[in-house]
């Protein structure tokens, strides 16, 4: 249960895992989906593809971020099998991308931008969920990345390693050029929705799985939405990688995700 690699090298994580749980006996399957998030080549150092071919290291590289893949893989298996849904997110922008860098006059990689459109949505937001609590401020504030998942690149295909083969939908984020999406529910004004509320209701899924890329951005904010919605929320920490900026991101993330009610397994107990 213990060692460096079974935590991703994270410590905190290992605190967390001090309470072990078992939640795979008392799961129902039926209502129950895995969300692997944004497990795309930019978000993934240098590899070997299936066919012999280099890829290089994505524009947006998780450092080891291509390790949880193979776990992933066993658990969207573990979940598939029993009868549970697997999905599956992609970062998708178009060229120009709000969070960008390079879209931007004088910036660059890491400078904080502010968003004036978003400052309304947080007013928005309150009108149209006034019985939600936002445990994150609507996204005023954009950080600004080097160019990624631009549609239908290379970059935004899945990893070669991720077996997509049990994928039974994937969802597309981030692809309205004026606004981010770090979430898979809802856009950065924390307002605009996706199809993934819809979906999953209509699926009549009650319970959540969460793993993938990259711990403290997409994977944090679509776990407190999912926390916010009333979704059952898990946490594999042990098939999801961060990006650690700015650092000690991944330690306040997985803390404000446990606060708020995630609750966080190992794939092997799921
Ligand atoms: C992500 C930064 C920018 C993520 C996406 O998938 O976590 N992070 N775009
Ligand atoms: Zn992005």
């Keep these: 249960m213990t060692g460096e690699n079974y935590f991703c090298g994270n410590p905190y994580l290992e605190y967390l895992f001090l309470s072990h749980y078992n939640i795979g006996m008392n799961l129902d399957f039926s209502t129950t989906a895995l969300l692997a998030i944004d497990i795309q080549n930019d978000f993934c150092p240098a590899y070997t593809g299936l066919d012999g071919k280099e890829h290089s290291i994505g524009a947006l590289a998780v450092s080891r971020g291509n390790e949880i893949i193979d776990p992933l893989n066993n658990l969207a298996e573990k979940v598939h099998k029993r009868g549970g849904k697997v999905l599956a997110t992609q970062d998708w922008h178009p060229e120009g991308h709000i969070s960008f860098a390079s879209s931007h006059k004088n910036k660059k990689i890491g400078d904080i931008i502010i968003v004036p459109v978003l400052e309304k949505a947080i007013v928005a937001f309150n009108k149209k969920f006034p019985d939600l609590t936002d445990p994150i401020p609507a996204a005023v504030q954009q950080a600004l990345w080097p160019v990624h998942c631009l549609q239908n690149s290379k970059g935004a295909a899945f990893h070669e390693y991720f077996n997509t083969q049990l994928i039974d939908f994937v969802f597309r984020k981030g692809f309205r050029k004026n606004i981010d999406s770090y979430s898979a529910f809802f856009e950065n004004d924390r307002c605009t929705p996706t199809d993934l509320y819809g979906y999953l209701k209509e699926q009549g899924i009650d319970t959540l799985i969460f793993g993938g890329l990259a711990t ?55």
Excluded: H, N
Aim: proline share 2%.
């Design 216 to 270: 403290d951005y997409c994977v944090f904010y679509t776990v407190i939405d999912s926390l916010r919605l009333g979704f059952k929320t898990f946490v594999a920490g042990d098939v999801c990688m961060g990006i650690d900026i700015p650092a000690g991101s991944v330690q306040k993330t997985i803390t404000t995700m446990t606060e708020q009610g995630a609750v966080f397994v190992s794939a092997a107990d799921v």
